[in-house]
């Protein structure tokens, strides 16, 4: 007898099983390649509501990062993501990893929950072998809070760990505020930053203007930037019209997290073992 399943739980089936083969590879590689100290991939989440409603726990259907934890290909999942949080700093932003918010607020930045990241290892020696950047949602949203978004980075400048936050207030500064402290702190790491999405509750042109930025900042960095705006089906007028894949127009229902979070994990099975086979031939 032939035994049928859902589409998105066959792919998923799929996904784990390229997922296992790969990490037979991984976790020869990663003894050399990683300071982690499990076997398999320890991934730790940025970013605002699109990855904060899968929980801590990454338990919540509607929330992306539970496609990914189901999917079995992290040993641990770390989700530092909060609700409201934007990429741009304001002239009112302080150090304060332990703030807590759900909403738009000066300290409520992707900065922050970097720097939460990193007294955590300091504090238990964890180290994330892939850190995944997903925010922009509210800089596109809320611009009017964040006055110096667009603004142009001064060139001259140079980020540390000892970086007034307050003196960053452009996307593009913001991000490469980040980007220095991760890479300072967490040599071996791949950072991932994924795009937002389109929503209804501002126009694609705003989302795509935001995800500019993301694409070309991270990637003169040298990182891996997916296209989450234009790349998936979830677009502004179909939300904005009929809510298809969101439940409100703008947060994921289970359908939109499970496309969101195929789209994410076929990246990062890719990754994987592309990265596991050049290390196994740089080890022969």
């Known amino acids: 007898m032939i035994n049928h399943c859902k589409p998105y739980r066959c792919n998923i089936f799929r996904s784990v099983s390229v997922v296992f083969l790969i990490l037979l590879g991984f976790a020869h590689a990663s003894a050399n390649a990683h300071p982690s100290s499990s076997k398999h991939p320890q991934i730790a989440l940025l970013g605002d509501s699109m990855t904060w409603i899968g929980g801590d726990s990454c338990q919540n259907p509607t929330g992306w990062s539970h496609v990914l934890k189901e999917s079995g290909i992290a040993g641990k999942i ?30 409520n930045v992707v900065y922050n929950q970097a720097v939460r990241l ?5 504090n238990s020696n964890e180290l ?5 950047l997903f925010a922009g949602a509210n800089d596109a949203w809320f611009v009017t809070k964040r006055p110096g978004l ?7 400048i ?54 500019d930025i993301i694409e070309r900042t991270a990637s003169k960095k040298g990182h891996h930037v997916l296209r989450a705006d234009k790349e998936t089906d979830i677009n502004h007028e179909q939300e904005a019209q009929s809510p298809k894949y969101t439940y ?27 990265s596991t086979t050049s290390q196994l031939i740089t080890d022969n």
Do not use: C
């Open 118 to 122: 990193i007294e955590k290892a300091d």
């Open 158 to 211: 140079l980020y540390s760990s000892d970086t007034d936050p307050a003196m960053v207030t452009t996307l593009e500064g913001s991000i490469n505020l980040v980007v220095e402290l991760l890479q300072e702190r967490f040599p071996y790491a791949h950072l991932l930053f994924v795009t937002p999405l389109q929503m209804s509750k501002t126009d694609a042109e705003s989302i795509f203007r935001v995800s």
């Open 248 to 274: 409100d127009g703008v947060h994921t229902n289970q359908e939109g997290a499970r496309l969101l979070g195929d789209y994410i994990l076929k990246f990062l099975i890719s990754y994987l073992q592309n």
């Open 128 to 132: 994330p072998d892939i850190i995944v």
């Open 78 to 107: 770390d989700v530092y993501a909060r609700s409201g949080a934007s990429w741009t700093n304001t002239k009112s932003t302080k150090r304060n990893p332990q703030h807590y918010t759900e909403l738009l607020h000066d300290d």
């Open 150 to 156: 667009y603004d142009k980075e001064d060139s001259d």
